[in-house]
């Protein structure tokens, strides 16, 4: 699941902004390094030099903005990193220190 989610998180776009024309025009917002106008959640990320809808940050390990088009598939990802960070911790210490037992419940008759 996680490597699924890596790999869909990797190939979405994250919302790049093109040419929006505004149908209010109280409100105009226009990104001087784009060249466009965006939308009000729209912002320019620095990184990659777009700006990007519903723009939440730029994630350093995937060199990628994380947007509209890719929110979700990121949290998605998130989750399945968390779990697998306390699986395999539950699995460590379950096995080191004993919470489970593995071994099997044969008695053996004692020979005196």
């Known amino acids: ?14 919302g790049k902004v093109g040419v929006v024309q505004s149908k209010n025009t109280d409100h105009i917002l226009y990104c001087d390094k784009c060249n466009v106008i965006r ?15 519903r723009y939440d940050h730029h994630n350093i390990w995937f060199d990628q903005c994380v947007g509209s088009r890719n929110h979700v598939s990121y949290l998605i990802l998130l989750i399945a990193l968390i779990n697998l960070t306390f699986s395999t911790v539950w699995d460590f210490f379950s096995t080191a220190c004993g919470f489970i037992d593995l071994s099997p419940n044969i008695s053996v008759p004692d020979c005196k």
Do not use: G
Request: one cysteine or more; a positive charge.
């Open 1 to 14: 699941m996680v490597y699924l989610s890596v790999l869909y998180t990797f190939k979405q776009d994250a």
């Open 39 to 53: 939308p009000v959640r729209a912002s320019h990320c620095r990184f990659c030099n777009v700006c990007v809808d």
